[in-house]
C-alpha cells in the first residue's frame, strides 16, 4: 500500500526565509508527483507537476525535485512571502492502479 | 474551459437522507477521482474510475457509490448519510499516457461543503 508522508505537519518561518517542505513515499512505481497549494476553506491549486522521469521542475520561486529510488521530494520555496502562507499538499499518481493518493500536507505560515 | 465542475457547492443534510453529488469534466480525460477532506487529514481518496465503465475503490468507500455516468461524469451518492461523511468533497480527474511518455496532472474542482446533522 502506498503512504504518502509529508514533514513537517507545520512550519512558521520569517519572512524573507528560503525554506524546504518534504515528501516521501512508499512505492517507487509513480507516473508523477504533483504539489498542491491550499488556502483555508478553499480549493486545490497545482503548483508543479514532476513526471517519474524528471529530477525536477522550476516555476518562479518554487523549486520541487523527485528522487524516485528514494521516495522523497522536496519543494524548496525561495525567498518567502507572508502570500505564501497556506496548506502545502504533495500527491502521488501511481502506476499499478491509477490512484492519486495524497500526504496529510504541511501547513505553513510566513511571519511579517 | 471549465475543467472540473462540482455541484452542488454547500449541502446540509438531515442523518439518513440521500443525496448525489455530481462532477463533470469537459478535459477528455478517463480518470476521475472523489476524494473526501477532513481536518488534518489530507485528502483521503473515495473511489476512483480509470476509464468509462469502471469504478474501483479507494481507502474509505464504506457509506458511498459511485457511478461512471460516461466519460465526461462521475457522481458520488450517499444513500444514508451520517454525521460521519461530515467534510469536504473534492472530484478531480487526469490522464495517463504510456510509460515512459508524460501523463497529465490531476485537476480539481472547487470541492462540495456536506454538513450532515
Known amino acids: 500500500k502506498q503512504e504518502v508522508t509529508q514533514i513537517p505537519a507545520a512550519l512558521s518561518v520569517p519572512e524573507g526565509e528560503n525554506l524546504v517542505l518534504n515528501c516521501s513515499f512508499t512505492d517507487s512505481a509513480i507516473y508523477n508527483l504533483q504539489w498542491f497549494r491550499q488556502d483555508p476553506g478553499k480549493g486545490l491549486t497545482s503548483l508543479l507537476l514532476?513526471?517519474?522521469?524528471?529530477r525536477e521542475q522550476t516555476s518562479g520561486r518554487l523549486n520541487a525535485s523527485l528522487d524516485k529510488s528514494s521516495g522523497r521530494s522536496t519543494l524548496y520555496i525561495a525567498a518567502s512571502q507572508p502570500g505564501d502562507s497556506a496548506t502545502y499538499l504533495c500527491a502521488v499518481s501511481l502506476v499499478r492502479d491509477d490512484k492519486i493518493i495524497f500526504g496529510k500536507g504541511t501547513r505553513l505560515h510566513i511571519l511579517p | 474551459n471549465a475543467g472540473v465542475t462540482q455541484t452542488p457547492k454547500f449541502q446540509v443534510l438531515k442523518t439518513g437522507q440521500s443525496m448525489t453529488l455530481q462532477c463533470a469534466q469537459d478535459?477528455?480525460?478517463?480518470?476521475m477521482y472523489w476524494y473526501r477532506q477532513d481536518p488534518g487529514m489530507g485528502l483521503r481518496l473515495i473511489y476512483y474510475?480509470?476509464?468509462?465503465?469502471?469504478?474501483d475503490k479507494g481507502e474509505v468507500p464504506n457509506g458511498y457509490n459511485v457511478s461512471r455516468l460516461n466519460k465526461r461524469e462521475f457522481s458520488l451518492r450517499l444513500e444514508s448519510a451520517a454525521p460521519s461523511q461530515t467534510s469536504v468533497y473534492f472530484c478531480?480527474?487526469?490522464?495517463?499516457?504510456?510509460?515512459?511518455?508524460?501523463?497529465?496532472?490531476?485537476?480539481f474542482g472547487q470541492g462540495t461543503r456536506l454538513t450532515v446533522v
Open positions: 474510475s480509470a476509464s468509462e465503465g469502471t469504478t
Open positions: 514532476i513526471q517519474s522521469s524528471q
Open positions: 478531480a480527474s487526469s490522464e495517463k499516457g504510456d510509460l515512459p511518455f508524460s501523463n497529465t496532472e490531476a485537476f
Open positions: 478535459m477528455n480525460h478517463n480518470s
